[in-house]
T-cell receptor, first 113, second 109 residues
């Protein structure tokens, strides 16, 4: 099925632990994004990748790293998780430069204790 | 930075009512997106607009570029339309989108 797949869907971490959220799209899109969604706030951009081999910081990049492994995959890593990173994370992709339909993954609910 | 405001924040209506959700933004845009998120669910794209009007089933989206305003209308609303509706805007030469905080719609049978 075409779309954006992200894993895991749920994760509980202890403060200081690390983890990687995986995202893959099979639509040959250039642009991929990682967002976090917190209650009462709009989606906030963590990092994005306009094309394979490039990544840029978004609005809230602190505490995160990303890798655009190839055109399909864009991963988000938390090196030392903090309770403030408890959130729902969404991966998204566009065909090109924000035009065309947006496709989102199903979300990953992360709790940091 | 573009400021995106949605109104109302919450809306409760009876089944069958005509629904309007509004989105205003502060800086000229290349495109505006309307998204739907069901409780506990993922986010799906409803429309992308750069001008005029689009219709899909019972959903209609309009945009007025001069007034920096867009509306999402739902005709003959149904309980399954209950969801959060999110507006997002993109700017020319900018890879990033700016999102509104969403409108929570509840349709009562």
């Amino acid at each position: 099925n075409a779309g954006v797949t992200q894993t895991p869907k749920f994760q509980v971490l202890k403060t200081g632990q690390s983890m990687t959220l995986q995202c893959a799209q099979d639509m040959n899109h250039n642009s991929m994004y990682w967002y976090r969604q917190d209650p009462g706030m709009g989606l906030r951009l963590i990092y994005y990748s306009a094309s394979e081999g490039t990544t840029d910081k978004g609005e809230v990049p602190n505490g995160y790293n990303v890798s655009r492994l190839n055109k399909r995959e864009f991963s988000l890593r938390l090196e030392s998780a903090a309770p403030s990173q408890t959130s729902v994370y969404f991966c998204a992709s566009f065909r090109d430069r924000g035009f065309g339909e947006l496709f989102f993954g199903e979300g990953s609910r992360l709790t940091v204790l | 930075k573009n400021e995106v405001e949605q109104s109302p924040q919450n809306l409760t209506a009876q089944e069958g009512e005509f629904i309007t959700i509004n989105c205003s933004y502060s800086v000229g845009i290349s495109a505006l997106h309307w998204l739907q998120q069901h409780p506990g669910g993922g986010i799906v794209s409803l429309f992308m607009l750069s001008s005029g009007k689009k219709k899909h089933g019972r959903l209609i989206a309009t945009i007025n570029i001069q007034e920096k305003h867009s509306s999402l209308h739902i005709t003959a609303s149904h309980p399954r339309d209950s969801a959060v509706y999110i507006c997002a805007v993109g700017e020319f030469g900018n890879e990033k989108l700016t999102f509104g905080t969403g409108t929570r719609l509840t349709i009562i049978p």
